[in-house]
């Protein structure tokens, strides 16, 4: 694993829980102190939750209920979040990115890896039965089977891989600041305020052990001086924007924690996979981080690969089963890249026609219910499937039964085999599942057995009838559902596990 950030993280966590050895390298000299992403959505929290690293950071964080936006000083938008009737109780936090790496170190700690700062990768090469890279300052050379590239935008295993990474540039220059503030705004979510010169935001970020005046400042500042950069000239620059941009006299800036000047690129990696070596998180993909959507899909990316990397490593699974990795997290990728580029432009953008979809436009139907919903629901990233994806190819869906084989499982209350009360979640992460009938299906599970061994559980229901059987992955994912003739199951898992000819 080449990268500590939460991607690498995740995916050393899953895989070690999965009992796959790992090492992890990165190039800086220790952990990140600075925030950078502070938003972890529901699809997010599952995640850290099912890999046992989510720990106490909803005690640490602030819950993300709503995001205002203003209008002539007025709110007129406000998107709220939670339980998106979608099955989580788990809702979307404000919470640093570097506790969110905290979190994931903890556990990696506990899993008994520890990671190797300031070993840069020097080179890598790979043969049909491994990879060799490079590292370090004196050239160690490190054998392993599979590489996987966690180390962000600027990625070394990229380029040495020689995987093209496609885009272009949206934006000018932004501004962004931790300070401390005193601001007579509502802690309860974050808040946005559209100008002709370019948008402001404030989101709520909470320090342990401090009063709650820590805020995430956000601006769009093209014509501003980048050799202007200093903590001082970023703050003076924000105490002029904040009553330029809001309309506000009543908010006082203190002092800062961090403050950063970046632009916003759109990149997607030509393959996710080139032979041995994979990409995941921002070496895969970068965009906008309007809709908070990177840590997200990072991890995302980690959870879906870890299982099926150790299927492999265990010789459960073809190794052709590792390019259903690309074919169901590309799709999703370029989806997230279309839709944070849609709202980039119709914040920055200074058109008439821009302007004019901005306040004429997005302010009516932002405020229907049912709009409001709809976009809480997709920055959640709970919708995500997988049924075009090709594990989902070949299963039935029971007369157009939800969910349908590639959607997420809700986390369902369920009963373990001895009676005792748990959630379906949290019995996955390292295990697959088997959701039964109260009368079982032992048929159904020795053909599950027989080809993923003891990683596989029973589960039933608690309260709800269920009707018929349904497999769920590791990743929250239904695999495969139906009612009779267990060799069905057997016979989905044959193809999925095994599709093709192996190849390195």
Known sequence: MVGA???GLALACALRMHGVSVQVVDAASGPAATSRANILHARGVEVLDRLGALGDLPQHSLTALTITQYLDGRPAITVRFGDLGLGTARPALYVSQA??????RRRLTDLGVDIRWDTALVDLTQDADGATAVLGHDGTPLRCAWVTGCDGAHSTVRELAGIGFTGVRLTERFLLADVHADWPVDRAGGHGWPHQDGPFFAV?????????DLWRLMAYDPAGDDSASGEQEILNRFRELVPERTGRTDIRIKDAVWT??????????????????????DAAHIHSPFGGQGVVTGIGDAENLAWKLALVVRGQAAAALLDTYEAERRPLATEVLRRTTTATRLQVGDSPLMRFLRTRVLVPIGNLASVQRQAGRLASQLWVSYRRGPLARGTTSLLGRRPRPGDRVADLACLRPDGSQTRLHAELGRRWALLTP???AHAHLAEARNRLGDTVMTLTRDPGPQHDVWLIRPDAHLAWRGRTAPALLGEWLDNALQQGKARP
């Open 5 to 7: 950030g939460p991607a």
């Open 99 to 104: 506790d969110i790496e905290a979190g994931l």
């Open 204 to 212: 709520p970020m909470r320090e342990v052990g401090r009063a709650d």
């Open 260 to 281: 950063s000047i970046f632009r916003v690129h759109r990149r997607l990696a030509d393959t996710y996979r080139q032979g041995r070596i994979f990409l995941a998180g």
């Open 438 to 440: 109260a009368g079982g």
